[in-house]
């Protein structure tokens, strides 16, 4: 339960039926940025079937510039319950250039588990990523995808080739740093 609010407030708004309203309601999230109405907006993605709410909440996710948010949106794309959202949360990772790099076991395991979509989106997600990763862990991934390479089809054994080939070389910094 959410006990500010506004916070409240916006996630019954996000329930109207008024189609308008909801996409107005939406634009107030991105101006105000609130990361405790995560869930809510994953939930109407997931519950919609109106276009421009579906287009409107990702467009909001793909802009994301605040870190609180990361967690949250891991944990939506983790849940089973938002799977046939999941391409388009992972590909909202790699649009809003926030560093996902504590995460970087998640996204080898959605390119080793997941459809060629799905697996796509996520190791674009990799080939954006800077920051330290330790060598251990670096390690114990490349022996995942080496793993995972005895069983791939073409298309994905192509994904894990190339993630062998970048994952040694993710920068420390991003190019596009202050």
Same mark, same amino acid.
């Given at each position: 339960?959410? #006990? ?25 999230? @991105?101006? +105000?940025?609130?990361r ?19 287009? +409107?909440?990702? #467009?909001?996710?793909? &802009?994301?510039? +605040? ?15 938002y $799977? !046939? &959202? ?14 996902? #790099? ?7 395991? $959605?390119?080793? #588990?997941?459809?060629? $979509?799905i ?14 990763? +330790? ?12 793993? !995972? ?13 190339? $993630?062998?080939?970048?994952? @040694? ?10």
């Open positions: 339960m959410v #006990n500010d609010p506004i916070s409240q407030e916006i996630l019954n708004n996000l329930k109207s039926t008024d189609t308008d309203f909801v996409l107005e309601t939406i634009e107030k999230i @991105r101006e +105000s940025g609130n405790l109405i995560m869930e809510g907006i994953v939930d109407l993605l997931h519950n919609t079937q109106i276009p421009e709410i579906k287009k +409107s909440i990702l #467009n909001l996710l793909s &802009e994301l510039k +605040s870190k609180e948010s990361i967690p949250l949106l891991l944990e939506a794309i983790k849940n089973e319950k $799977l !046939a &959202e999941r391409k388009e949360l992972v590909a909202c990772c790699w649009q809003n250039g926030l560093n996902y #790099n504590e995460y970087f076991p998640v996204f080898i395991d $959605l390119v080793i #588990n997941h459809s060629f $979509l697996a796509f989106e996520a190791f674009t997600v990799i080939e954006n990523m800077y920051g330290v990763i +330790s060598d251990e862990v670096i390690d114990q991934e490349i022996a995942k995808i080496n793993n !995972a390479l005895q069983q791939a089809d073409e298309e994905k054994a192509y994904l894990l080739r190339g $993630l062998v080939t970048i994952i @040694r070389d993710i920068p420390e910094k991003s190019e596009f740093s202050e």
